[in-house]
Every structure is written in structure tokens, then in C-alpha cells.
């Protein structure tokens, strides 16, 4: 498969939105095992999570971050210029996802959806990029 980082890319686009999809049409046996695996590793507090079409994301807003940066990271797949890049990418990415998360804690801002959905992006994004380029098949074939 030729072009499997993208597939898998847009598999997990998408995935996120199906559940409050599913609920929407009255679904919820099939949404409840798509977000299976959210339940199993974010909080999903109501507080910190989107609501679409009337029901929860099946993650927080920061999980949503992590998971649309992931994809679009397997998708796009670039810039990969080596290990440097990337490892330097995700330390600021990091710093920055570690001073929302603690300044929103301490109670220095609200919940802001927006930096914590950019922040989990910005440090999933070059993940994705690096197995995209490096570990599945498809990309190094391309």
C-alpha cells in the first residue's frame, strides 16, 4: 500500500467525530465502543471536553489536539528532516502544552479549549510526521 500513512491518517481524523455521530442517530451501543479507547486514557472531564452535535467528544479538547495532530501528521508527512528536528519540535511543543496545562490548573485562566486542542497538536503532530517517514513502509516506498 502505497499510500498507508495516509490512510491511516485519515482513519484517525475522523475517528473522533463518529461517536457524537452515532449518538446523534441514536446509536450508542456503536458509539460507546469507538470511544472505547478515550475511555481507557483521557479524564474526559465535561468541563474540558467539546460538545458536537449535542453530545461529548469521546476525548478532552487537549486529547482531540493530540489525536487531529497525530493524523494530520500521518497525512501530510512533512517537514521530516531527521531525529533533531523532530526531538527539538516536541521539547518546545511540550514546554508549551506543560505552561497551559499548569497555568490553566493554578487557576491563571479559565479552560480555553483552543490551547489546549493547539498544544496537544503541536506536540503530536511531528509523532506522526516521524512514523509517517520512518517506520511505515508505504512512505519510505513513495
Not at 450508542?28 to 453530545?55: I, K, M, N, Y
Not at 493530540?66 to 517537514?79: E, N, Q, R, S, T
Request: proline share 8%.
Amino acid at each position: 500500500m502505497k499510500h498507508l500513512h495516509r490512510v491511516l491518517g485519515a482513519l484517525v481524523l475522523i475517528w473522533p467525530i463518529l461517536p457524537p455521530i452515532l449518538h446523534m442517530f441514536g446509536l450508542h451501543g456503536l458509539a460507546a465502543a469507538l470511544e472505547w479507547p478515550w475511555a481507557q486514557t483521557c479524564h474526559r472531564l465535561p468541563d474540558r471536553t467539546l460538545h458536537v452535535f449535542g453530545s461529548l467528544m469521546p476525548m478532552c479538547s487537549r486529547c482531540m489536539g493530540l489525536d487531529v495532530g497525530f493524523a494530520l501528521g500521518l497525512l501530510i508527512a512533512a517537514p521530516y528532516r531527521g531525529p533533531k528536528l523532530m526531538w527539538a519540535w516536541i521539547a518546545i511543543a511540550g514546554a508549551l502544552l506543560v505552561v497551559e496545562m499548569v497555568t490553566q490548573n493554578r487557576g491563571m485562566h479559565p479552560i480555553w479549549h483552543v490551547t489546549r486542542f493547539a498544544t496537544g497538536a503541536l506536540l503530536a503532530y511531528p509523532i506522526g510526521v516521524a512514523i509517517a517517514a520512518v517506520v511505515l513502509p508505504s512512505r519510505r516506498d513513495a
